[in-house]
């Protein structure tokens, strides 16, 4: 497959386990953020979306988390399985003149032992 | 409904030449953004085309462009190639309505340049 990251942080839990991945945003202005799941050879895919209105949202198996006082987002996962195994980024975008301008951050490699 | 496509998938091109990449976005999205990924840098954004305009642009320079058609359908040109233009290239397709910002990624054009 294709190489996302040459040096990217990498968390390995074990099957079942929750895993938490933590992203440091850069503008205390964004409004918006996603978490997108990239694996090998594909583009990255929507996981889940939170607004800054807001300081939790929660999808299937996964919730965001939001500290604008800290300038920080984390995405955990719940029973973390195999097909989890993949890059994590998260994206953030402000003002309403940018309209789908996303700021990416560098991404983390979950790593999902059997 | 089909997902995003980019044609072609592989791209070799050696330096000086140029190269246009197509996307096809999501039926009935109207809101087209290119995005540059590689080891280093990770995903930075190029620009984002809504009903055959421009409304927002990345930090890169003139040699890279793009245009949107009325059925949505997006190209990018790079033109006097350089080694460091290699990268997967990412589109992102969405609404591109007010409050719609959700991006749905096609799998990637690859590119290399020699």
């Known amino acids: 497959g294709e190489s996302v990251g040459l040096h990217l942080p990498t968390l390995s839990v074990q099957e079942g386990d929750n895993s938490i991945i933590n992203c440091a945003y850069s503008?205390?202005?964004?409004?918006?953020f996603i978490w997108y799941k990239q694996e090998s050879g594909k583009g990255p895919q929507f996981i889940i979306d939170?607004?800054?209105?807001?300081d939790k949202r929660q999808g299937q198996r996964v919730t965001v988390l939001l500290n604008k006082t800290v300038k920080h987002l984390s995405l955990q996962i719940a029973a973390t399985q195999p097909g989890d195994s993949a890059v994590y980024f998260c994206a953030e975008k402000w003002g309403l003149q940018n309209f789908n301008k996303f700021y990416f951050g560098s991404g983390t490699k979950l790593n999902v032992k059997p | 409904k089909a997902g995003v496509t980019q044609t072609p998938r592989y791209l070799i091109k050696t330096r000086g030449q140029q190269v246009t990449l197509s996307c096809s976005p999501i039926s009935g999205h109207r809101s087209v953004s290119w995005y540059q990924q590689t080891p280093g840098q990770g995903l930075q954004f190029l620009f984002e085309y809504f009903s055959e305009t421009q409304r927002n642009k990345g930090n890169f320079p003139g040699r890279f462009s793009g245009r949107q058609f009325s059925n949505s359908r997006s190209e990018m040109n790079v033109s006097t190639l350089e080694l460091g233009d290699s990268a997967l290239y990412l589109c992102?397709?969405?609404?591109?309505?007010?409050?719609?910002?959700?991006?749905?990624f096609g799998p990637g054009t690859r590119l290399t340049v020699l």
């Open positions: 503008n205390s202005a964004s409004d918006y």
């Open positions: 992102a397709s969405s609404p591109g309505t007010s409050g719609q910002h959700r991006g749905f």
């Open positions: 939170i607004r800054s209105n807001m």
